[in-house]
């Protein structure tokens, strides 16, 4: 194998933990680790790598030294969301400059308290999922109006395997333990299951939207098989 090219150490993190996110086109790198050298105030820090070069770390107000869970970035790097161990979520509409917390207690989970286990921003930075295991459920927020609305929920049977969205947030794939695949293609307002694999059999997922033929193409690596969909959405 050839790889070209050559590799740069860009960051010194002097951490024991650390969450990517990358943008389409590489130029920015949304790090989030745990500093364990510092001896007070938050260890938990997130920075952006814009170009190559380190812009510098910040520790945020709320996080109180939570472990981070999950990071995601939109496709322009301008839209950052983080989320902590503590159900505690931020984001950024300026590559990283500021964060602001994104108040989740506005989410009526019901039952036992939320156990939130992921977060994404699609690729246009319109529309932000949450997944809480804990409950089960899926919440989904869009902004069509220059503001996000308000969060659609949708309950599931199983915790989360996987949670994936095309780049424009309209069909979002989800798998759970129990080897089920759902597909909403109405930004996560209604849900269908499309297959349902052995339970614990779904190693990953990928999925791309053909706005040209409104196709959904969705890859599935379950244990020794490798399936391929195309769904007329």
């Known amino acids: 194998m050839n790889i070209n090219g050559k590799s740069d ?20 790198i949304a790090v989030a680790h745990h500093s364990p ?112 609305g308000e969060w659609h929920t949708a309950d599931f049977n199983h915790t989360f395997v996987f949670v994936k969205s095309s780049d424009n947030g309209r069909c979002i794939v989800v798998s759970t333990t129990g080897g089920a695949v759902w597909l909403s293609s109405n930004y996560g307002v209604s849900w269908q299951k499309i297959k349902t694999f052995e339970s614990g059999s779904i190693k990953d997922i990928s999925i791309v939207f053909d706005d040209d033929n409104n196709h959904l193409h969705i890859l599935i690596a379950s244990n020794n098989n490798l399936w391929s969909y195309i769904v007329n959405v």
């Open 9 to 28: 150490n860009i960051a010194d993190l002097d951490s024991t933990t650390t969450l990517l996110a990358i943008n389409s086109d590489g130029s920015k």
């Open 37 to 148: 050298s510092r001896t007070s105030g938050s260890t938990q820090k997130i920075g952006l790598i814009t170009n190559g070069v380190h812009s510098g770390e910040k520790t945020l107000e709320n996080n109180a030294n939570f472990a981070w869970v999950d990071i995601s970035i939109d496709d322009k790097g301008e839209n950052v969301v983080i989320l902590d161990d503590n159900g505690v979520a931020f984001h950024s509409v300026d590559s990283g400059q500021t964060y602001q917390n994104m108040n989740l207690n506005e989410i009526t989970s019901g039952g036992t308290a939320p156990r939130y286990s992921g977060i994404n921003i699609s690729s246009d930075g319109r529309q932000i999922i949450v997944s809480d295991n804990a409950n089960q459920k899926l919440h989904v927020k869009r902004n069509n109006f220059d503001e996000f």
